[in-house]
């Protein structure tokens, strides 16, 4: 997708005269006219601001807030995400697809520092495992993973422990340690106990903030089996219930997702969206529902497009976000307002949500 073809493409429309710079990578509607910002909205600007090198000299208008916002979102370099969950939910396979790869990923410490596997190696064996530590894969360097490790009902310093690193990371003023998504799994394999002690104290105790819970439904291949066995039960031969299974294992995910909905629901601080996940020990499992409702809850659109413009595995992805959220708006604001188009900023806006255009 060359900025020449989408130059091309848009030779009939109106330019805008003398727009001959470059706007910055995420700068979606730097094109439009800039009006008044209310006191909360400075404020808010303020606050977005962090650690994140913004001039001091922008006015603060709905354009500098716009300004302010953009110069925010290209000091994030990674995309952070805390996995949690029950020992043996399948969560390294997960993160293992999300970056398309097989290896293990490398570990860090807060400080930047690799951590060297027989150390690593210690300390699991110990059952001792550090919240703090950053999991990156080689594979895909734009996302950074940490791991509550086995997240169960009882442990009140582990809970604790991950409260306190929630707080800390929500809203740390160092913007690039800051945490954006918080995967939560629950493997099918336990669908007797879907819902535990521990998945109810998190959501009535933990208030995430603007950080939003993502509920992975993580092991579905397992109910094949079960299905298998309550067909059996049910009087047919084993030809006629290997024939239904698929269907009856669709049957009993919808049945126990439904369950968990409702359970998780009534908690004081519910889960921002639910995923299956199927097939992840392939190696070219599909996470593309997983990067969907991921970055449908995320808040703000400069958070989506790093989350999309990260993950590798799917350029459709890229293509369905730059048409609707940047192609189609400006269409309709064109349309409707008959502003001229300024065709560098908006290949920019498009190119944003694809992998490795941050200088192009």
């Known amino acids: ?17 003398g727009s001959g710079s470059h706007g ?8 439009l006219a800039p009006a008044a910002a209310t006191g909360a909205a400075a404020a808010a600007a303020s606050d977005l601001a962090g650690d994140a090198a913004v001039p001091v000299q922008i006015e603060v208008t709905r354009q500098g807030i716009i300004v302010m916002a953009d110069e925010y979102m290209k000091s994030i370099k990674r995309f952070r995400v805390l996995v949690m969950g029950r020992a043996n939910a399948g969560k390294t396979t997960i993160l293992q697809r999300v970056c398309n790869s097989t290896d293990k990923p490398e ?17 699991l064996t110990r059952g001792y495992h550090n919240i703090e530590h950053e999991l990156v894969f080689k594979s895909n360097p734009g996302f950074v993973f940490h791991d509550s490790c086995g997240f169960e009902a009882g442990s009140t310093q582990q809970f604790d422990q991950m409260r306190n690193f929630m707080v800390d ?46 509920v992975l439904l993580t092991k579905v291949d397992a109910l094949y089996l079960t299905a298998v066995r309550e067909l059996l039960d049910g009087g047919l031969a084993i030809a006629e219930a290997k024939a239904r ?7 009993l995910l919808e049945k126990w997702l439904t369950h968990i909905k409702h359970e ?13 996940l199927q097939k992840m020990h392939q190696e070219n499992a599909d996470c593309t529902a ?27 992805l890229c293509i369905e976000y730059a048409v609707k959220k940047t192609l189609r708006r400006h269409m309709e604001v064109g349309l409707t307002d008959r502003l001229q188009v300024d065709v560098k900023k908006f290949e920019f806006a498009l190119l944003g949500w694809f992998p490795s255009c941050e200088h192009i």
């Not at 997708?1 to 005269?17: D, H, N, T």
């Not at 570990?107 to 300390?123: P, R």
């Not at 299974?245 to 049957?251: D, I, M, R």
Request: hydrophobic share 35%.
């Open 1 to 17: 997708m060359a900025p020449g073809r989408i130059s091309k493409w848009f030779k009939s429309l109106p330019q805008a005269s």
């Open 24 to 31: 910055p990578r995420r700068n979606d509607v730097g094109d």
């Open 107 to 123: 570990i860090f410490d807060g400080k930047g520092n690799k951590i060297e596997d027989a150390v690593v190696q210690g300390t």
């Open 169 to 214: 990371h929500a809203a740390t003023m160092k913007v690039n340690e800051r945490v954006h998504a918080i995967w939560f799994c629950i493997p099918m394999t336990d669908y007797h106990r879907t819902i535990t002690a521990a998945e109810q104290k998190f959501f009535n105790e933990c208030d995430t903030g603007h950080v939003p819970v993502i």
């Open 245 to 251: 299974a698929v269907e009856k294992q669709g049957e």
């Open 264 to 276: 998780l629901d009534k908690c004081k601080y519910p889960p921002k969206g639910y995923v299956t």
């Open 290 to 316: 997983l990067m969907q409702s991921t970055a449908n809850v995320m808040n703000g659109e400069g958070l989506q497009k790093l989350l999309i413009s990260t993950q590798q595995s799917n350029i459709l």
